[in-house]
Nanobody, 121 residues
């Protein structure tokens, strides 16, 4: 069973920074795209950033220039460096990965349990 475990969330003041990490574990053959999604109360889950295995990235417009997604393929880990945080960034952040497990022939979508990010003074 593949698991994604996030860490790094917490309470931060506006303008502050946080770095989220998400590590995939289990019998993994390969991981394709990894990304971060978030969901605020009363809102739909939205994609914040994504990164391919080769390092190509995509960001939600509102976080461009403030957030940076990266990954370490050797560690099966994806990161989200968040700077200049705003109250509207407050949400539960979820890690996502397309994972091909050992012995599998297709990629399967996996989600982390979510980590709370609260931006408030």
């Amino acid at each position: 069973q593949v698991q994604l475990v996030e860490s790094g969330g917490g309470l931060v003041q506006p303008g502050g920074s946080l770095r989220l990490s998400c590590a995939a574990s289990g019998y993994i053959f390969s991981i394709n795209t990894m990304g971060w999604y978030r969901q605020a109360p009363g809102k739909e889950r939205e994609r914040v950033a994504a990164i391919t295995r080769g390092g190509s990235t995509n960001y939600k417009d509102s976080v461009k220039g403030r957030f940076t997604i990266s990954r370490d393929n050797a560690k099966n880990t994806v990161y989200l460096q968040m700077t200049s945080l705003k109250p509207e960034d407050t949400a539960v952040y979820y890690c996502h990965a397309e994972v091909r497990g050992s012995g599998d022939y297709v990629y399967i979508n996996y989600w982390g349990q979510g980590t709370q990010v609260t931006v408030s003074s």
